[in-house]
């Protein structure tokens, strides 16, 4: 009985701990250079993501030079950003116009 007293008092404590833990509040952010055969190269940094995100990132298209931390990224010198549902792309290269057209075609919201 007591195993089962201590067991639902851990289990109350992990529930309330994922309640009030924003999601994403452990998550970093990724620097990466974005390229495809239409448009970049662009230096990106993508957040929240976590390094598993982060080496998907690197590994598409011909995405490169994929760098997890667990900072945010820089907001200094930064061209536009790209709101998506799941995580937000800075871009600190390229050009605003094309650029809020190719996030339009990623499925953002430029701001």
């Known amino acids: 009985m007591k195993n089962t007293i201590t067991s639902r ?3 109350a404590s992990l529930a ?12 970093g952010s990724c620097n990466f ?5 239409f448009a970049g ?7 929240p993501v976590d390094a598993g995100r982060c080496e998907e ?7 490169a030079d994929a760098n997890y931390t667990d900072a945010s990224c820089v907001t200094d ?8 549902e799941e995580y937000t792309l800075i871009y600190y290269s390229g050009e605003a116009d094309s650029l809020e057209v190719g996030c339009s075609f ?6």
Do not use: H, R
Request: aromatic fraction near 8%; charged fraction near 10%; include cysteine.
């Open 9 to 11: 008092k851990a289990i």
């Open 16 to 27: 309330t701990l994922l309640l009030v833990t924003p999601l994403g509040a452990y998550a």
């Open 33 to 37: 250079v974005q390229e495809n055969m």
């Open 41 to 47: 190269p662009f230096n990106v940094c993508a957040s």
């Open 57 to 63: 990132f690197g590994d598409e298209g011909s995405n």
């Open 77 to 84: 010198k930064v061209i536009g950003t790209c709101v998506m």
């Open 106 to 111: 990623q499925g953002g919201n430029w701001k």
